[in-house]
C-alpha cells in the first residue's frame, strides 16, 4: 500500500514559482504512474500534471505552459514545479499514484492519495 506525503505549499505572490514535492513509502515506487491534482473551494479536483514510469507526460490545460513533473525513482519522490503562479491556481493541491502506465486525468484512476498541501497565490 502506497502512502504519500506532499511539501512545499505555502503563500506565494502573482508571477512567482513554487515547487511541490511528494515523497512516497512505495518501494517498486518506479511501477508507479504519479500525478498531481488541485481543488480549490467549491470546485471539483481538477488533473494538473502525470508522470508514468516511461517518464512520459501529461499536463492539464491551465498548467501545461507554466508547469514541469519530473521524478526521481531512487528517492521514490515526484516534484511538481510550476511558474508564473496566478490567483486562479490557489486550490490545495494533491498528489497522487496509481499502479501502470496509464496517464489518466481522472482522479478515479488513482488508488492512493496524499493529504494535500495548500497552495495560495495572492495578486
Known amino acids: 500500500q502506497m502512502r504519500v506525503i506532499e511539501s512545499g505549499g505555502g503563500l506565494v505572490q502573482a508571477g512567482a514559482s513554487l515547487r511541490l514535492s511528494c515523497a512516497a513509502s512505495?518501494?517498486?515506487?518506479?511501477?508507479?504512474?504519479m500525478g498531481w491534482f488541485r481543488q480549490a473551494p467549491g470546485k471539483e479536483r481538477e488533473f494538473v500534471a502525470a508522470?508514468?514510469?516511461?517518464?512520459?507526460?501529461k499536463y492539464g490545460n491551465s498548467v501545461k505552459t507554466r508547469s514541469t513533473i519530473f521524478r526521481d525513482d531512487n528517492k521514490n519522490m515526484v516534484t511538481l514545479h510550476m511558474n508564473d503562479l496566478k490567483p486562479e491556481d490557489t486550490a490545495v493541491y494533491y498528489c497522487?499514484?496509481?499502479?501502470?502506465?496509464?496517464?489518466?486525468?481522472?482522479?478515479?484512476?488513482?488508488?492512493?492519495w496524499g493529504q494535500g498541501t495548500q497552495v495560495t497565490v495572492s495578486s
Open positions: 512505495e518501494g517498486s515506487f518506479s511501477d508507479y504512474t
Open positions: 497522487a499514484g496509481h499502479l501502470g502506465w496509464g496517464l489518466s486525468t481522472s482522479a478515479a484512476d488513482y488508488a492512493y
Open positions: 508522470l508514468n514510469p516511461g517518464s512520459v507526460t
